[in-house]
């Protein structure tokens, strides 16, 4: 028998509150959706035992600017939210881009639009995270389709807004955040877990919040510390007062994307299974990954030359990866449960994109290793 | 598809803590007998009132696909769970059923076990309360999913010292009533 | 009139959920759940209709009615 | 009040999708009945009544009843509503709301409808807690209570809805409880006769969460609380318990412009093209 | 001297609001935002003149439902906002989308993200349009270059909007706003002007306000009018109540997609310009496309074959056309004000996507012919 | 009120960024001068105030000051002000909004945060316009206002910002105007010191928009109309004009329990294990 | 890069009305005399008080890009516009300042006219109100750029009748300015 | 004190921007703008100071601040 001091069997919302608490969080904001609501349950009561702050907005948009007025002082922050909630909160996302500020946004899925099949399972949110906000931005999201994952990655979500100042998204979806199974808690130092870097210029010495070194981070001073600076979702300057010289303008607006374009490797996280021989290459995420996964144990059992790539990082999306791993496939069947959202970054991706094709439900229900098979006999041109 | 997995519905209406049960069987599995399982439910506008439904998988294997198409056990404590799960129960599989709530149908092709899991509870205890666990021992009076203290233990971290006792001997009940007829 | 045969209570068995409140509050202990858990005028002769009416008023699920049979309409 | 017709619930909702969905013993369905009684006596024609919702329990109203209905998204009803009202100010708005829908996301809108003295009646459906999505604490649940977002007691203050009401300019503002069905009717038949924005608070329990949670016991149990906990305005009780709640009509004010009125009196004037 | 009665000289944003006129309008909700505010300015002197309806809302979200309660009771709606507002609006936007609303949102675009640029031009939230609500859905996006085309693309989005029963999004930008120009307002009858369809079924027999006709239509009936029906954000069934059935679900939301991208060519406007023979080919649109069409008209001159193919619809986007109008071409060059949003679109529409270039500029600054200018000959290989 | 250090603006400001961008004689940056007297006299530490604000004219005032600043988006500064406050009570909130900032897309987050009674500072500076939009009428405007989305006046009422602050729980709650600069100050300070929820209503002069729409005169002619049209509280005055503006502290409850004070205490509980 | 565009750059202060001055033009030339021209301004948080520009583009054919880069007309009635703006002009160009606010500091390669246009408007008229108009005057005084009547057509459309009279005599008194240097 | 000479006014004609507030204001008729529009103290010797202080107050721009010449300061 194991030791099971560290094992948990929980839903997955909860799996990423166990995360959030590893990689250090102390300050959440947050408004009831289903089906994040567990996230905000949980650190309601986990929160205040170690000192952090839980606080229930007014709404959705109220609790970004919450989490974002929390980290300007210092604390690790996160949110959580659902379809409609996180169409509310993309102004306040938006201003958590321009004014750099570190911070985590969990979307867990629902069938939308609208209001939509709140209940249900989807990942129809991939392009809104991406291009929910006004204005040219770069986003980071990340995704997860097992606990022990939803764990990791929230722990990565919260190293990657500390690391680049940035917000992060982590979009699950419905069925990994309900469904419940075993999470092994990593011990402390088994994973990485990254503060901001802060100012080591001394006090009475000139700070400049706003101007990035020559790796593109930019050290923090926390609000009540001894520099005063200026804090704006203008366009601005080195102290950060608004400015919209062009110059200045177009040098910021390159600097919010290349910080998260050119590290586009530091933040690619991604799985390959039965990849190396594979003709068929299945690309999934989240909880349809693991039909995808399971489709593919089972027909490498009977000999078939089929693999899957698992992204995790899904924004700034993986081309490179993606390519390289497509190269030699027969066939690339995306397995999604919305229109086709990651299918088309896949296709722009590949040498081949006429080699691509989508396996899909959007219908609420979680898709099937069968749904898979059925799209695989179709492509094989074997019929249903 | 494979046949190491078990594959559990677990149904009936609201107050009966169906889902509760699945979760407790389930976590027994995984904490304490080294397994793989999952626990999963249907939430909905309606799912207040009408049939509850949670499906719970055990295997050695990991487990990926986390539903329940086909069980191999159904368990229904109502007529309505029965009616609307009964259907997709593979054949051969097993259908525990609560003989003061359901009244069999039609015979499907599977092993129907009636019991009268809430009459016993309420005469040997006299609270509803632990009708969903002398339901698991029944369960596992039957099938021997997991060991009886994995039970015990999951439920010595999860309740109440003062109603440890009457769940211990729900469970008992439970076991009895499934062993008879194992 | 609100005494004995003249009042009938309409229920929609489908509709009501049992929550007892129409038997909680009924003046003239009326209204009980049966067996299912729906609620029976077990005692209609008891019923004083339209001076109460409070089943009707209070249930939730617009599950019980009370129609006085008015016998002398046509006089 | 008599009417012509005797009243039958079924003449005024969509028998199609009943029983609802609402939990046993939860209030949202006496305030339904309420208010079509209240409909009824009135004899108002259903195709002259707009019920716009939010999301929540309580905005699940709209779908049941026979009138035209509109269940739109969290909070903002209001503004559907007000929409609806000045494009077509023949129509009798109503707008029933839960207090998280109402206050807590809505709270703006809440009392922006109230300051332009829109011809709309708003109902706040008061369970004191998000029964929807399963028992978080809302602006109205008030201190000490426990809820899944307060395991360890809520430490937010309530909203006072009349006060609040009041103050951002609401004509019409009662508060009742679904204990007083008759007393909820008749204040809801006030509200939508009035002319101007009119709240209507209704006390509801939802014995699932929060009665659940704070050990306020079952559906009946709860409404026996609201016999207890209030009294009509002014009662004499209060001296010895001023934290007993007041119900009865608080402002009923005649005499302030209404809003579509108001802008009629605007197309007037562009109309003989002064600016 | 030309008859002076129908010729003004006004804003882009004026021209906007005689389009909406002639198209109908007579409800208007919006708050004030730079640079779309003359939108609302001028309607709230004209629409009482003729008996319409403005109303200043609190909020952007207010006012985005407002015109949809409005649009329900039969009344052509519309609101205008920019960027920040935008993003507010995407909730009750999803709504119109899932309710199918007809209605109108006006974004003059602004410098993004965030609070951004705000009295700079940009075209920044051209992906937004598409994909700022969360879940799968379809969209409507027109834009112009000039104030006659912001006049007509303002009558059509009324009408497409009526027709689909649709949102449909004007994304315009700050120059075509601000700038004063000509502008000829057409005669009654010398543009189209379509109302929505209403039905025909007879007070008492079943209407079923959700259930597309075969040429996928919906005919309505006015909230006030005999037929008594729900309207819901869920997904609903022909009655418009709530229902989450797997079919009912998926058929919902591929009538939502389809009714749009089937009908794509009779949503579908552009116009070219010089692309008979052209070698390279300048796709754009909006304010950048007269820069675009100002470099080409000069090149032209002096013996280039050059051309201009301008988009007035954005989304759906015109894939067949595009790859059409580039069969030829040596090289394509999209001028956008972006970081190339558009000019994505176009390298997975065209068959060689190694020849699709950008000319961009996001300073806030208008792009200049001579920018154009210098991209092309860096293209030719001529350096600056 | 006398302190050691002599006041010298400069001393509070961002020299960098003057002059500042507001309007000649726009009312604000006596809001401004007032506010930075206040922190003078309070002889409070720089490095422990962080002022948050919105958008508008009046939201530019973060930029000027020499304290921590964050200048976040329209309506919402209160809410990040209140993220802000709960992660490090330590610190002093002082969140300076214009009219339509705090009370029209912002009103929700104002009645939130009155209600939670959590120790903030708001800075209502009331120009009753939308400047920085260019003159388009507030939730504050009032009736019979000409603004450029109401050239044929305003319908919409406007309102108490006192009222509705009261309503909603704020525990300190006063009115003053620019033309009271001193006054204006003294209320400040107070408002800076108290413990929970505080409101300060400034009336702050638009020439550009509001005066010169409204025909109300230059910057110095609107000052005197703050003169003439307001009293002190309870003036007699108000018999015979009581459509004059109250000035003064309406109220300043020191009892009510203080939001990041009573999270406080559910650390200590949940530090304990009690759920 | 096109000659027939007639590329002008008024500039100012705030209260001067040179934008209002730049609409009329533009506005004439659209309306009365069927050309085509486009007006644009800056905009911007410190527009209220530093230097305001407008930008009017007049020519026969189509006008496109809309923006003006090198103007060959610059109107300057600030000191501050002049020395922000005067750098821009085409050489050969025409930069017509009121003499009162606007120093010369270096001589560009530019006509240069300083007039006393606002001391004439106030010695004639008293109202400061009617400098921008005597300065659109002053200008078709010097470029005939379009017709007198064509901005009075202009001005009856959106000016009060009362102060038509003092409108005609500013640009009158512009034009004879304009004239005397032309 | 706050009379004649023992008064000082600190103005910062960059920051001035001649609304007129101090100068309508004035009790006293001390400051007026210059032909630039910019303030200036053109009757110093009048102003109270310290007693009144409205122009620094009251000033929108904080072009304007009141020292007193603290002559008898080191007595
Ligand atoms: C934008 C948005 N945020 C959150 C939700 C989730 N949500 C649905 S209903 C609800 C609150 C329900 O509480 P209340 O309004 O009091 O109604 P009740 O269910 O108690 O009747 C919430 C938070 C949502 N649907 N949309
Ligand atoms: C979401 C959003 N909506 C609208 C705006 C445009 N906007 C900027 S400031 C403002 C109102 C300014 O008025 P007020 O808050 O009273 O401040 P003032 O300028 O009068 O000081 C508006 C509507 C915006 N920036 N963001
Ligand atoms: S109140 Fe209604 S639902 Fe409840 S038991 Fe009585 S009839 Fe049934
Ligand atoms: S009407 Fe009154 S007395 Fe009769 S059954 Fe109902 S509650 Fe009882
Ligand atoms: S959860 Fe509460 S509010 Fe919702 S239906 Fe059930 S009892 Fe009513
Ligand atoms: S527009 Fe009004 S509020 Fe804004 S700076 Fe000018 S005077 Fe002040
Ligand atoms: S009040 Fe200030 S800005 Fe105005 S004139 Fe006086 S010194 Fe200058
Ligand atoms: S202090 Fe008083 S008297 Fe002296 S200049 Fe200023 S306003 Fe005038
Ligand atoms: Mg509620
Ligand atoms: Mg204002």
């Known amino acids: 028998m194991t030791n099971t001091s560290n094992i948990r069997f929980i839903q997955g919302n909860e799996a990423c509150v166990e995360g959030a608490l590893y990689a250090g969080i102390n300050f959440f904001a947050g408004y009831p959706i289903t089906p994040s609501t567990e996230i905000a349950e949980h650190l309601a009561q986990r929160l205040p035992a170690i000192g952090g702050k839980f606080i229930q907005m007014e709404d959705e948009i109220a609790s970004m600017a919450a989490i974002i007025g929390a980290s300007l002082t210092g604390s690790k922050v996160m949110t959580a939210t659902s379809g409609p909630g996180f169409s509310l909160k993309q102004e306040a996302l938006g201003y958590a881009c321009m004014a750099e500020i570190p911070c985590v946004i969990a979307n867990v899925q629902r069938g939308g639009p609208s209001t939509g099949n709140p209940t249900h399972v989807s990942q129809g949110d991939v392009n809104q995270a991406r291009w929910g906000t006004h204005g040219d931005h770069s986003i980071v999201a990340l995704t997860a389709s097992n606990h022990q994952d939803v764990f990791k990655m929230t722990v990565e979500a919260f190293n990657i807004a500390e690391t680049y100042r940035t917000p992060v998204v982590l979009l699950f979806d419905e069925v990994i955040g309900h469904m419940r199974e075993k999470l092994e808690i990593p011990e402390r130092g088994e994973l990485p877990v990254v503060d901001r870097l802060r100012t080591s210029v001394p006090k009475g010495v000139d700070y400049h919040p706003y101007l990035p070194r020559e790796d593109g981070r930019l050290p923090m001073s926390d609000f009540g510390a001894e520099h005063r600076y200026n804090v704006t979702g203008l366009f601005h300057d080195m102290w950060g007062f608004p400015n919209n010289d ?35 290459v299945l690309i999934s995420y989240g909880s349809s990954a693991r039909s995808a996964k399971h489709i593919a144990r089972n027909r490498r059992k009977r000999g078939m030359k089929i693999g899957v790539l698992e992204l995790q990082t899904i924004w700034p999306f993986p081309t490179e990866i993606v390519r390289e791993k497509c190269a030699n496939a027969k066939a690339v069947m995306v397995v999604e449960m919305n229109m086709g959202q990651v299918v088309t970054q896949v296709k722009s991706a590949v040498d081949h994109p006429e080699k691509v094709f989508l396996a899909n439900r959007i219908d609420g229900q979680l898709i099937s290793p069968t749904d898979i098979k059925t799209t695989l006999r179709m492509i094989q041109g074997k019929g249903v | 598809m494979e046949t190491e997995r078990i594959r559990l519905v677990f149904s009936g209406s609201g107050g009966q803590g169906v889902i509760t049960a699945a979760i407790i069987l389930a976590k027994a599995a995984v904490i304490f007998e080294g397994k793989n399982a999952t626990q999963s439910q249907s939430y909905g506008a309606a799912a207040r009132g009408g049939a509850t439904r949670s499906d719970v998988l055990i295997s050695e294997q990991d487990i990926l696909f986390p539903k329940v198409i086909q069980p191999n056990i159904l368990i229904s404590l109502t007529q309505e769970s029965y009616n609307k799960f009964a259907p997709i129960l593979r054949p051969g599989g097993l259908l525990l059923m609560d003989n003061r709530y359901v009244t069999m149908e039609k015979k499907v092709a599977a092993n129907h076990v009636a019991l009268p899991m809430f009459d016993t509870v309420m005469k040997e205890i006299g609270k509803p309360i632990v009708f969903n666990i002398c339901m698991l021992g029944t369960l596992i009076g039957l099938t021997e999913l997991v060991k009886p203290e994995s039970i015990l233990k999951v439920l010595e971290t999860t309740i109440p010292r003062d109603f440890m006792d ?13 062993a008879s007829e194992a | 009139m609100g005494k004995g045969k003249s009042v009938t209570h309409v229920i929609d068995k489908e509709w009501c959920k049992g929550c007892g409140i129409c038997v909680h509050f009924c003046p003239k202990k009326v209204l009980e759940l049966d067996r299912r858990g729906k609620v029976e005028a077990v005692r209609p002769e008891d019923c004083i209709g339209e001076k ?5 008023l209070r249930c939730p699920d617009l599950a019980i009615q009370i129609k006085e049979n008015q016998e002398g309409e046509n006089d | ?53 939010g999301i929540g329990c309580s905005s699940r109203i709209s779908g049941y009843v026979d009138f035209h209905s509109l269940h739109t998204i969290h909070g903002r009803a209001l503004a559907f509503a007000t929409g609806v ?10 707008v029933p709301m839960g207090d998280g829908d109402a206050l807590a996301i809505g709270g703006n809108h809440f009392i922006h409808a109230a300051r332009r003295n829109i011809d709309i009646t708003a109902i706040v459906m008061n369970n004191r807690i998000y029964g929807m999505t399963g028992g978080q604490f809302s602006p109205l649940s008030g201190t000490g209570k426990k809820a ?26 009662a508060r009742s409880t679904v204990f007083h069905a008759s007393e909820s009717k008749e204040y809801l038949k006030k509200a939508i006769m009035h002319k101007g924005f009119s709240v209507v608070e209704i006390l509801s329990q939802c014995p699932t969460y929060y009665g659940r949670k704070n050990k306020e016991g079952d559906a009946a149990t709860m409404m026996e609380g609201y016999r207890k906990n209030t009294v009509k305005i002014g009662s004499k009780k209060l001296d010895t318990n001023p934290d007993l709640i007041q119900r009865g009509i608080f402002v009923e004010d005649t005499d302030r412009p209404e809003y579509c009125e108001a802008y009629d009196e605007i197309i007037e004037t562009a109309m003989k093209g002064k600016a």
């Open chain 1, 246 to 280: 062009p110059q200045v303008v177009s040098d910021l607006l390159r600097h919010l994307v290349d910080k998260i374009e050119n590290n586009w490797e530091n933040i690619c996280f991604y799985k390959e299974h039965w990849l190396d021989d594979a003709d068929y």
């Open chain 2, 166 to 178: 009457m769940n211990k001997k729900a469970l008992e009940l439970g076991m009895e009533l499934g």
């Open chain 3, 52 to 56: 109460c009416m409070l089943c009707e």
């Open chain 4, 1 to 53: 009040m008599s009417t012509n017709k005797e009243f039958d619930f079924k003449n005024y909702v969509r028998g199609r999708y009943f029983p609802h969905i609402w939990c046993p013993g939860c209030g949202h369905g006496i305030v339904l009945g309420a208010l079509l009684r209240a409909v009824h006596e009135l004899e108002l024609d259903k195709n002259n009544i707009v019920m716009t919702s």
């Open chain 4, 85 to 94: 009202k000045l494009s077509r100010p023949n129509l009798k708005a109503i």
């Open chain 4, 148 to 173: 899944t977002t307060a395991p360890y007691t809520t430490i937010d203050n309530n909203f006072d809805v009349v006060e609040l009401a009041k103050a951002a300019g609401a004509s019409f503002v």
